[in-house]
């Protein structure tokens, strides 16, 4: 409220929230005698002059609805109806331009009221303006709650909207790539997958993925979905193992798979979730290599190649956390659900042993095939999910290191902070993996 605005009397306070009561009630004659009463304490009182005005643009009295309308723009509570409704009379009078500045107006004391955006798009489409009104459609559907979305009487508008919007970011993008001929590297480049990235977030043609780490969280790291192998100079040797790991595998699971366990095994007390179906569910199986940072020493001496070649790296080591390394099963015809790790200070390894066709595996806008033999280095807080659609098994070596932006003093204080929450909560506290 403006310093030199005359400020509400309770008693005109009091009678405003009776009228608000009984227009709400269905007693809109009632209504009006009680705004009657408001405005004989307060001439200038917001709501009890956009009701009139309200009242008059009911009947048919632009002259009228304008000028009590007008006055109640000006006068206190400033309400974002009172604009709003100004709009209304003064497109119906032929003043485009006023009722979008009204609009305008009623946005700023309204920021979240989606429905002053469809009606600027409305506006814009009237005027001819078409790439301002996709870019209005395009705030009110961000706005639009999603159970408003789904309301019938809304269906066309939202349908409308959308059409909008795609046919608009199309035009965009053949505008931009003309622009863009000649300044763009080699398609598929390291160089470029970034931008082309950019581009079809910002076009509307993929989504937005941020990591969302379930259990800890540190800042300043960049949402990186996959990161390039030929970054860390231990995964040539890693690779080089590929071999000798693929047959120690091929042994454990020639003797029954001795030793493999269901991945996803909850609490009795703690929900399943999107796990459900593969809660116990050996379809998804892992043969732990590492668990909880313990060495589990009867596989380890049955695969003494795999253990040596973890060894040789740098992988995390938190009391009763880290490292955790396994080989991990997927059966034919098994999906993976989307979802987030625990924690982004670490990365994510595959290492891909034993995979058919029909195998893939996304992260967040990224989708991959497994390569036997080539690492995938992941930030797993980006949501990620796998599918083996083919007929035979898949299975891939799993284990962690730190993110590589992590400082030497920031990850001894990463592994004093979880050894300390663990101590806090106890070591079985569903913090997560680290």
């Not at 390291?190 to 993929?206: P, V």
């Amino acid at each position: 409220m403006a310093a030199n605005a005359p400020s509400v009397s309770p008693q005109a306070e009091a009678l405003a929230a009776e009228a608000e009561r009984l227009a709400r009630s269905g007693q809109p004659a009632a209504a009006a005698r009680t705004w009657d009463q408001v405005l004989a304490l307060a001439p200038e009182h917001g709501g009890a002059l956009n009701f009139l005005g309200q009242a008059a643009l009911a009947r048919g009295d632009l002259a009228e609805a304008r000028r009590l309308l007008e006055r109640a723009t000006r006068g206190q509570p400033k309400l974002a109806i009172a604009s709003a409704n100004l709009a209304r009379v003064l497109r119906a009078q032929g003043d485009l331009p006023g009722a979008l500045a009204a609009l305008d107006a009623a946005g700023k004391l309204e920021p979240s009221a989606y429905a002053i955006h469809f009606e600027k798009a409305s506006i814009y489409e009237q005027l001819g303006r078409e790439r301002d009104a996709a870019l209005a459609y395009e705030m009110a559907l961000q706005m639009l709650p999603p159970q408003h979305a789904q309301a019938p009487q809304l269906q066309a508008l939202v349908a409308r909207a959308r059409a909008s919007v795609v046919a608009n970011k199309d035009q965009l993008a053949a505008f931009l790539e003309d622009r863009l001929a000649g300044l763009r590297g080699p398609a598929g480049s390291r160089a470029m997958r970034r931008f082309e990235e950019s581009l079809d977030i910002n076009l509307g043609r993929k989504p937005a993925y941020v990591a969302r780490p379930l259990m800890f969280n540190f800042p300043g790291l960049p949402a990186i979905a996959f990161f390039d192998r030929e970054d860390f100079d231990w995964a040539p040797a890693m690779e080089a193992q590929t071999a000798a790991i693929q047959a120690e595998l091929r042994a454990v699971i020639a003797d029954d798979g001795d030793g493999f366990e269901p991945y996803v095994q909850t609490l009795a007390d703690e929900p399943a979730g999107q796990f459900a179906p593969l809660d116990r569910n050996p379809d998804w199986s892992a043969y732990f290599l590492w668990k909880h940072g313990q060495r589990i020493e009867e596989h380890a001496r049955r695969c003494p190649a795999t253990m040596a070649a973890l060894d040789a790296v740098p992988q995390i080591h938190v009391d009763h956390r880290a490292p955790a390394a396994l080989f991990s099963a997927l059966k034919p015809h098994t999906h993976i659900p989307a979802h987030n790790g625990a924690t982004n200070c670490r990365l994510t390894v595959h290492l891909p042993l034993i995979v058919p066709d029909r195998c893939r595996f996304r992260v967040g806008n990224h989708v991959r095939t497994w390569t036997p033999g080539e690492l995938l280095i992941f930030d797993d807080t980006i949501e990620h999910e796998a599918w083996n659609d083919s007929d035979q098994l898949r299975v891939v070596m799993i284990f962690d290191i730190w993110h590589p932006m992590l400082t030497e003093a920031e990850r001894v204080l990463v592994k004093a902070t979880q050894e300390g929450m663990m101590a806090y909560y106890g070591t079985g506290a569903p913090l997560g993996e680290l």
